[in-house]
């Protein structure tokens, strides 16, 4: 254990916090943006992040600091304990004493590290020049911005647990506007990864120009309900709001769609929702915010829910394990997920659209966290897309909105693509088929 | 949080190869936060963000590091670190710092930090009783309490020395009313920037939980919205987040220097109905977004930003400032000392018109009446943007009929500044946060009740009949 946080343990444990814990977090950014073949801006950070709680009668408390040094690192205990009386959740407190065995993985690349700034920033004018090039219309090349992050971890409590990670990540983002006549479009792509080996600069811009030009001429179509498929992107913007009704804490508040649901088909046979933390990418984590090390899961198999997911306090209430899910920090602890996966089918995304020959391609959503009542399920979103016709991704698709309910999205799906795309809230999803959407135009 | 003496070498060591302009921006933000649900305290966390920014300009070229590592070898390393994206002699150098100083728009009565927890606690456990006792339906009644005290120091190689601490506070109200067909939220969220006196001897906080459950119970009952293009009355105060989302952030310099917003080059065109006269003002007494100094030191001020519909003025920071050759408007702000300022709202408000409210809702005959509404984006290079409704009615002939749920507004913002047919004498302002860019920031939407001729309106309700 690092001896420079002992003074917080020792200060702890005098005021008469015997459980105790803090988390060190450390990290290191890069970004630079590119415009008008210039750097425009280029940033570096350092930061750190000290956050501890602790158990006084049976009571949370916590506090964090930015400012690392001896004096603070004391002061921490003090205010813990200033908390810690004031707070009344008689939720479990719990600091958690270990887990059996841990699967610690080196996912940190120093590749990232290795290649230099100016390499970095001549790939970015690149990119920005073949955005230029690539197609008339393209009239602005309104964004081409890199961003790389290091970050260390570190948890450590008064019963001896000493856990760390480091891992790295960049992302390249471009945006550009295409106009044609007086319509004016923007289409982007994030590319985020730990290696540049991945990185292929031509279907890169070919797919920035493309989300932008293939929007031209978008109309709305009249309303009705629509056989429909929705593209990854928006499949997992979805999916993340479904799970949220799997998280134990809004079971036991009752404030979820999955409520009495353990062990019933929720969904289609066709769905099988997984979560993989400890899959090999840049979210990979071992072990989760309380400690407790993490396990790849099935929290929906075809259909059926499997499980809740709980940290050590929501567990301790259901008299159940945890499922290593604890997330956020302080005492903020919650639940999330990592690397949550709509397991793909078998049918490329064109195959899907021939299956249904007449329907309607839903690609983006506007407002989900407006527009989405995750507790009822009700959503009403500005939604664009695509005809499909004859089997055939057809003409734009524009200001319409979209309703439904996301309980009946998943369980009106009839089939499930091959195109796993990751998104960059690590959660992944293909395309969904699904049997209806209204759609208002 | 460091000597003069250490920022004229933080800045010098800046300025060794060839930057035009460097500055500091040190930050000191003590924060509280309380969460009372169902009249318990179930989170109380406090913390410190500590921490500095530099940056470089040459031309307009920008670097930007920050560290909170504010010791004297933390600060120069940052400093030479940045100083070698340049290559060339320095053009200037800083020998002597001059302290300005400024306007304070909020004097607190009642100090935050001199208020004992355990009174906020208080006020927050008879709000949150007031819910729970509303309506049998409120299963849960959240009160949020966040509190910050943000020490703000800058210096710049102009060898200005400036100063701002900004106390704010804010009371979240979000009642959970359950039903036999799902269950809705209402929300309110009034603060201000000051002291405990918002809370004491301004703005009755009872009054305003009583309102979100109201909200909540009322969306409860409501019907679903039904769809399709119609006229739409948009209430006062948190209203004006449509002009903040769908023009506001069209008119920051972020987007209008780069030619990628739809009122680039703009200035003294009819962009409105002649009805509209908008205003960003930082200067408000006490507002939620007043700043007395923005944070690259400039004094904030009270921009016009559409005179009778005529685009007069942009929100402009310094940077993008350069890039228009304009100057700024006090309108460069940041989240925290790790983002870089750029070009931002403060307190943004359409202006009152003649009209009463009741005359508004009169000329209807059939539309709806969006009284509150929640959250929303907006597409700069576009203008589109969507909304949705936290509290809705249909009019019927002249006159607020049945409420309905599930509303969004969607459009593009060009369109409807130019369909707002009537404007109300009832402006009032609402709290919110804004994130963009340069991070998250506490802002003042506004408006008074407003008619726009046509708006397309989502919700499953079918046709409006």
Same mark, same amino acid.
């Given at each position: 254990?690092?001896?420079?946080?002992?003074?917080?343990?020792?200060?702890?444990?005098?005021?008469?916090?015997?459980?105790?814990?803090?988390?060190?977090?450390?990290? #290191?950014?890069? &970004?630079? *943006?590119?415009?008008? +073949? /210039? %750097? =425009? !801006?280029? @940033?570096?950070?350092?930061?750190?992040?000290?956050?501890?709680?602790?158990?006084?009668?049976?009571?949370?408390?916590?506090?964090?600091?930015?400012?690392?040094?001896?004096?603070?690192?004391?002061?921490?205990?003090?205010?813990?304990?200033?908390?810690?009386?004031?707070?009344?959740?008689?939720?479990?407190?719990?600091?958690?004493?270990?887990?059996?065995?841990?699967?610690?993985?080196?996912?940190?690349?120093?590749?990232?590290?290795?290649?230099?700034?100016?390499?970095?920033?001549?790939?970015?004018?690149?990119?920005?020049? #073949?955005?230029? &090039?690539? *197609?008339?219309?393209? +009239? /602005? %090349? =309104? !964004?081409? @911005?890199?961003?790389?992050?290091?970050?260390?971890?570190?948890?450590?409590?008064?019963?001896?647990?000493?856990?760390?990670?480091?891992?790295?990540?960049?992302?390249?983002?471009?945006?550009?506007?295409?106009?044609?006549?007086?319509?004016?479009?923007?289409?982007?792509?994030?590319?985020?990864?730990?290696?540049?080996?991945?990185?292929?600069?031509?279907?890169?811009?070919?797919?920035?120009?493309?989300?932008?030009?293939?929007?031209?001429?978008?109309?709305?179509?009249?309303?009705?309900?629509?056989?429909?498929?929705?593209?990854?992107?928006?499949?997992?913007?979805?999916?993340?709001?479904?799970?949220? !009704?799997?998280?134990?804490?809004?079971?036991?508040?009752?404030?979820?769609?999955?409520?009495?649901?353990?062990?019933?088909?929720?969904?289609?046979?066709?769905?099988?929702?997984?979560?993989?933390?400890?899959?090999?990418?840049?979210?990979?984590?071992?072990?989760?915010?309380?400690?407790?090390?993490?396990?790849?899961?099935?929290?929906?198999?075809?259909?059926?829910?499997?499980?809740?997911?709980?940290?050590?306090?929501?567990?301790?209430?259901?008299?159940?394990?945890?499922?290593?899910?604890?997330?956020?920090?302080?005492?903020?602890?919650?639940?999330?997920?990592?690397?949550?996966?709509?397991?793909?089918?078998?049918?490329?995304?064109?195959?899907?659209?021939?299956?249904?020959?007449?329907?309607?391609?839903?690609?983006?959503?506007?407002?989900?966290?407006?527009?989405?009542?995750?507790?009822?399920?009700?959503?009403?979103?500005?939604?664009?897309?695509?005809?499909?016709?004859?089997?055939?991704?057809?003409?734009?698709?524009?200001?319409?909105?979209?309703?439904?309910?996301?309980?009946?999205?998943?369980?009106?799906?009839?089939?499930?693509?091959?195109?796993?795309?990751?998104?960059?809230?690590?959660?992944?999803?293909?395309?969904?088929?699904?049997?209806?959407?209204?759609?208002?135009? | 949080?460091?000597?003069?003496?250490?920022?004229?070498?933080?800045?010098?060591?800046?300025?060794?190869?060839?930057?035009?302009?460097?500055?500091?921006?040190?930050?000191?933000?003590?924060?509280?936060?309380?969460?009372?649900?169902?009249?318990?305290?179930?989170?109380?966390?406090?913390?410190?963000?500590?921490?500095?920014?530099?940056?470089?300009?040459?031309?307009?070229?920008?670097?930007?590091?920050?560290?909170?590592?504010?010791?004297?070898?933390?600060?120069?390393?940052?400093?030479?670190?940045?100083?070698?994206?340049?290559?060339?002699?320095?053009?200037?150098?800083?020998?002597?710092?001059?302290?300005?100083?400024?306007?304070?728009?909020?004097?607190?009565?009642?100090?935050?930090?001199?208020?004992?927890?355990?009174?906020?606690?208080?006020?927050?456990?008879?709000?949150?009783?007031?819910?729970?006792?509303?309506?049998?339906?409120?299963?849960?009644?959240?009160?949020?309490?966040?509190?910050?005290?943000?020490?703000?120091?800058?210096?710049?190689?102009?060898?200005?020395?400036?100063?701002?601490?900004?106390?704010?506070?804010?009371?979240?109200?979000?009642?959970?009313?359950?039903?036999?067909?799902?269950?809705?939220?209402?929300?309110?969220?009034?603060?201000?920037?000051?002291?405990?006196?918002?809370?004491?001897?301004?703005?009755?906080?009872?009054?305003?939980?009583?309102?979100?459950?109201?909200?909540?119970?009322?969306?409860?009952?409501?019907?679903?919205?039904?769809?399709?293009?119609?006229?739409?009355?948009?209430?006062?105060?948190?209203?004006?987040?449509?002009?903040?989302?769908?023009?506001?952030?069209?008119?920051?310099?972020?987007?209008?220097?780069?030619?990628?917003?739809?009122?680039?080059?703009?200035?003294?065109?009819?962009?409105?109905?002649?009805?509209?006269?908008?205003?960003?003002?930082?200067?408000?007494?006490?507002?939620?977004?007043?700043?007395?100094?923005?944070?690259?030191?400039?004094?904030?001020?009270?921009?016009?930003?559409?005179?009778?519909?005529?685009?007069?003025?942009?929100?402009?920071?310094?940077?993008?400032?350069?890039?228009?050759?304009?100057?700024?408007?006090?309108?460069?702000?940041?989240?925290?000392?790790?983002?870089?300022?750029?070009?931002?709202?403060?307190?943004?408000?359409?202006?009152?018109?003649?009209?009463?409210?009741?005359?508004?809702?009169?000329?209807?005959?059939?539309?709806?009446?969006?009284?509150?509404?929640?959250?929303?984006?907006?597409?700069?290079?576009?203008?589109?943007?969507?909304?949705?409704?936290?509290?809705?009615?249909?009019?019927?002939?002249?006159?607020?009929?049945?409420?309905?749920?599930?509303?969004?507004?969607?459009?593009?913002?060009?369109?409807?500044?130019?369909?707002?047919?009537?404007?109300?004498?009832?402006?009032?302002?609402?709290?919110?946060?804004?994130?963009?860019?340069?991070?998250?920031?506490?802002?003042?939407?506004?408006?008074?009740?407003?008619?726009?001729?046509?708006?397309?309106?989502?919700?499953?309700?079918?046709?409006?009949?």
């Amino acid at each position: 254990m690092n001896k420079k946080y002992l003074p917080f343990f020792d200060q702890a444990k005098k005021l008469g916090i015997i459980e105790s814990e803090i988390t060190f977090q450390k990290s #290191r950014a890069t &970004s630079i *943006d590119i415009f008008h +073949s /210039e %750097v =425009s !801006s280029f @940033s570096i950070s350092d930061s750190q992040d000290l956050v501890a709680r602790g158990v006084l009668n049976n009571h949370f408390g916590a506090a964090h600091t930015e400012k690392v040094d001896k004096a603070n690192i004391i002061n921490l205990a003090d205010q813990i304990a200033v908390n810690a009386s004031l707070n009344e959740n008689d939720d479990p407190a719990i600091i958690f004493k270990g887990s059996k065995k841990y699967r610690k993985k080196n996912i940190y690349n120093p590749e990232v590290d290795s290649v230099s700034v100016d390499d970095k920033i001549k790939l970015l004018l690149d990119i920005e020049k #073949r955005l230029k &090039s690539a *197609d008339k219309r393209v +009239s /602005e %090349v =309104s !964004s081409v @911005s890199y961003e790389e992050t290091y970050s260390e971890f570190v948890l450590m409590n008064s019963y001896g647990l000493d856990l760390s990670s480091k891992s790295n990540y960049f992302y390249i983002y471009a945006e550009v506007v295409v106009k044609s006549g007086d319509e004016v479009k923007t289409g982007y792509k994030i590319f985020l990864n730990n290696s540049f080996k991945d990185f292929n600069i031509d279907q890169f811009v070919n797919d920035v120009v493309n989300d932008a030009t293939r929007k031209l001429g978008g109309k709305p179509i009249p309303s009705g309900k629509y056989k429909t498929v929705i593209n990854p992107k928006v499949t997992s913007s979805l999916l993340s709001f479904y799970m949220r !009704s799997a998280v134990a804490e809004n079971i036991q508040k009752h404030t979820s769609l999955f409520e009495g649901k353990l062990g019933e088909q929720i969904a289609s046979k066709k769905v099988t929702i997984n979560e993989e933390p400890l899959k090999n990418n840049i979210f990979y984590t071992y072990f989760d915010a309380e400690g407790v090390a993490t396990s790849n899961k099935s929290f929906v198999e075809k259909g059926v829910l499997k499980t809740y997911a709980y940290n050590l306090s929501t567990a301790a209430k259901d008299n159940v394990e945890t499922t290593g899910n604890a997330g956020g920090g302080g005492s903020k602890i919650g639940t999330t997920y990592v690397n949550l996966v709509l397991k793909p089918g078998r049918l490329s995304e064109q195959e899907l659209f021939e299956k249904i020959q007449n329907g309607f391609y839903l690609t983006e959503v506007q407002g989900l966290h407006a527009g989405l009542n995750p507790t009822s399920g009700n959503f009403s979103l500005q939604a664009s897309g695509f005809v499909i016709r004859d089997g055939k991704m057809a003409e734009p698709v524009s200001l319409i909105t979209v309703a439904g309910n996301l309980l009946d999205i998943f369980k009106d799906v009839v089939a499930v693509g091959n195109n796993l795309e990751l998104q960059t809230s690590s959660t992944s999803a293909p395309s969904i088929l699904i049997k209806k959407l209204a759609v208002a135009g | 949080m460091i000597s003069k003496n250490l920022a004229v070498q933080v800045l010098n060591a800046g300025l060794a190869t060839g930057a035009d302009f460097v500055e500091i921006f040190l930050e000191e933000n003590p924060l509280l936060s309380i969460q009372v649900e169902n009249g318990h305290v179930k989170e109380i966390n406090s913390s410190l963000q500590y921490g500095a920014g530099i940056r470089l300009l040459k031309d307009l070229q920008s670097v930007y590091g920050s560290t909170s590592d504010v010791s004297r070898k933390g600060l120069l390393k940052l400093a030479s670190q940045l100083a070698a994206s340049f290559s060339g002699p320095a053009i200037k150098s800083v020998d002597k710092i001059t302290k300005k100083r400024n306007h304070n728009y909020y004097p607190a009565e009642k100090r935050l930090d001199y208020i004992p927890n355990q009174e906020k606690i208080k006020l927050m456990k008879e709000c949150s009783n007031l819910m729970s006792e509303y309506d049998p339906s409120i299963k849960i009644a959240r009160v949020f309490f966040s509190e910050s005290i943000q020490k703000v120091t800058i210096y710049n190689s102009d060898g200005f020395h400036f100063e701002d601490t900004r106390p704010r506070l804010r009371m979240f109200f979000l009642p959970i009313a359950v039903g036999p067909n799902g269950m809705e939220t209402g929300g309110e969220g009034p603060g201000a920037t000051g002291g405990w006196e918002f809370f004491t001897d301004v703005h009755d906080a009872k009054n305003t939980a009583l309102r979100a459950a109201e909200q909540a119970v009322r969306t409860l009952n409501a019907k679903e919205c039904p769809s399709g293009k119609m006229p739409v009355v948009i209430g006062n105060g948190f209203g004006g987040v449509i002009f903040h989302e769908a023009c506001g952030h069209s008119l920051e310099a972020t987007s209008v220097a780069r030619g990628i917003s739809v009122f680039s080059n703009k200035k003294g065109q009819q962009i409105a109905s002649p009805l509209v006269t908008a205003i960003d003002d930082g200067t408000i007494d006490k507002a939620w977004g007043s700043i007395n100094i923005d944070d690259e030191g400039h004094p904030s001020q009270k921009n016009v930003l559409i005179k009778n519909g005529i685009l007069t003025s942009y929100m402009i920071d310094r940077l993008n400032g350069r890039r228009m050759g304009a100057v700024s408007t006090g309108s460069g702000r940041r989240q925290n000392y790790s983002y870089e300022p750029t070009s931002r709202m403060t307190n943004t408000y359409i202006d009152n018109g003649k009209s009463t409210p009741e005359e508004i809702i009169s000329s209807v005959k059939l539309g709806l009446y969006a009284k509150s509404l929640g959250g929303g984006s907006v597409n700069p290079a576009t203008g589109e943007f969507n909304f949705a409704c936290s509290e809705a009615y249909i009019i019927r002939e002249g006159k607020v009929a049945e409420p309905v749920k599930g509303a969004t507004l969607i459009g593009s913002g060009e369109d409807i500044l130019k369909n707002i047919t009537m404007v109300g004498n009832d402006l009032k302002r609402a709290q919110g946060m804004c994130g963009s860019v340069s991070g998250s920031i506490p802002v003042d939407v506004g408006q008074p009740t407003i008619l726009v001729s046509e708006i397309t309106v989502g919700g499953r309700g079918g046709k409006l009949q």
